[in-house]
């Protein structure tokens, strides 16, 4: 096949992918909470429930997208598409298969670190811009979360780049073909999971979008497509971190027997469980409990990781 | 951090254990006998009414959803001419059922009167009156009562003994 047809054809792939994987989430989601929680989540509107989620998309585009008087506009428009741009882009370098891969960068690692610090904009200009208390309080905080654990989870990565002696992300799959990384890196991998669930302020880390505190946080006066571009960035983001998981720690597309695609949905889908099941168990801790927590616990345990992990690969080669 | 593993162990054990939602159109709740839903006016062993429009249920009920007009038949007997319940007020509190001294209203273990006009939710006497006993099968009030009507003199009441005339006690 033709190579720009080929590329082409897996860029629709792959958006089309991530963005049902998010609209189907809004389903999963609310299914799995009720599953763990004792109760049946949505199941009258189609079979199981699954039209919930077109339900749900005509509500969001037919509610008044309204844009507050006393709101900063170009940035208060802006701010939501910040979300969904940045996390899609990190998705182009994320390899789904042999060969199935948008962009094969040679820092594929750093792109993603990249984009995911772009991402913490998105959420202090939707803040700023709203001109309102709480919002304002809810942006202030999720910068502060964000840029905090943004610094180990660089950092818990380092260990993986230096067992698999690449950014590439394709190369660090392939390197785990004798044994996964998550067992030789089961400290960075904890770390970066910890890290994952803040960056895409999930619970427990979801302090400034608290429902029940800070009346929605930072995006308390958003309605209509724009909250539905927060609300799918926030599933693209829970997306993105599973799958950069599995191709990080879980050996990708690596597998016997099933194909390759298959392997990594099925890992993925896992994780993503696994992210709801975080947000069925865990309370919110306080914010300073939050910060502390971060800087104190994680920022030297990852420090140690990198250390050990580098100490022990000199003295073995 | 070992207690948050446990955590969440536990909450997935969860998904083995049954949902406690009672999907209500297709399985209903359980409702005792005695819960307090739907008032019905209802009739005696003999089919006729039991209510004796003494007005006691409408000044006991707390938020006055009930009005009755009373009136006599030609043997004597008192029956409501009309009788109407404001179900849109009605708190289900079980008074009226308690006042009555005739086992006349009764609230019967229904709650599935949803209408969507206010104005459906008054029900008139014809709406509430059922053509059985209720919850007390053969009750008589006029059979325990010492009042005469028509085909039930004074003194002829089970366990009365009749009328003495007092004159007749004299030395």
């Known amino acids: 096949m033709n190579e720009v047809t080929q590329s082409l054809l897996i860029i629709i792939g792959v958006l089309f992918a991530a963005m049902t994987v998010s609209a189907g989430l809004i389903w999963l989601e609310r299914r799995l909470l009720a599953l763990w929680q004792d109760r049946y989540g949505p199941n009258r509107v189609g079979p199981f429930g699954l039209l919930q989620v077109l339900a749900d998309m005509i509500k969001i585009f037919a509610k008044e997208d309204w844009i507050p008087p006393f709101a900063d506009k170009p940035v208060f428009i802006i701010a939501p598409a910040i979300v969904v741009v940045t996390s899609l882009l990190s998705y182009a370098v994320i390899p789904f298969a042999p060969g199935v891969v948008v962009v094969d960068l040679n820092v594929g690692l750093l792109f993603f670190l990249a984009m995911s610090s772009m991402g913490a904009y998105s959420v202090v200009l939707a803040g700023w811009a709203s001109d309102n208390k709480y919002s304002l309080l809810g942006g202030l905080r999720a910068s502060a979360q964000m840029l905090s654990y943004e610094v180990f989870m660089g950092l818990s990565l380092m260990g993986v780049v230096m067992l698999a002696g690449s950014f590439n992300l394709r190369e660090i799959v392939e390197a785990q073909r004798g044994m996964w990384f998550c067992v030789p890196q089961f400290l960075g991998m904890a770390i970066f999971l910890v890290a994952g669930v803040a960056e895409t302020h999930r619970l427990p880390f979801d302090l400034p979008e608290a429902e029940s505190e800070l009346v929605a946080g930072y995006h308390s006066e958003y309605s209509g497509m724009k909250f539905g571009m927060f609300f799918v960035g926030e599933y693209l983001g829970v997306t993105l971190i599973s799958a950069l998981t599995v191709a990080l720690f879980f050996g990708g597309w690596l597998g016997p027997w099933l194909p390759p695609l298959v392997w990594f949905s099925l890992k993925t889908f896992v994780l993503i469980c696994g992210f709801i099941l975080l947000r069925a168990t865990l309370p919110r801790p306080r914010f300073d409990q939050l910060m502390a927590f971060g800087w104190k616990v994680m920022l030297p345990l990852a420090l140690l990781n990198i250390v050990v992990t580098g100490g022990i690969l000199l003295a073995t080669k | ?171």
């Open chain 2, 1 to 171: 951090m070992i207690s948050i593993l446990r955590s969440l162990w536990q909450v997935l054990l969860h998904t083995f254990q049954p949902r406690a939602t009672v999907q209500y159109p297709d399985e209903k709740p359980y409702l005792p006998p005695r819960w307090r839903g739907r008032i019905v006016l209802t009739r005696d062993p003999d089919g006729g009414e039991r209510c004796v429009a003494c007005y006691l249920c409408s000044v006991a009920c707390p938020v006055d959803c009930i009005a009755l007009q009373a009136t006599e038949d030609e043997s004597g007997r008192r029956y409501p001419e009309f009788f109407r319940i404001n179900f849109s007020r009605c708190i289900f509190c079980g008074f009226c059922e308690e006042a009555c001294p005739t086992y006349a209203i009764q609230l019967t273990p229904d709650f599935e009167m949803s209408e969507y006009r206010r104005q459906n939710l008054v029900y008139e006497k014809e709406d509430l009156m059922i053509n059985g006993p209720g919850k007390y099968p053969g009750y008589n009030f006029y059979q325990v009562a010492g009042l005469a009507i028509g085909g039930k003199d004074k003194g002829e009441a089970n366990n009365e003994e009749p009328p003495v005339d007092v004159r007749s006690l004299m030395p």
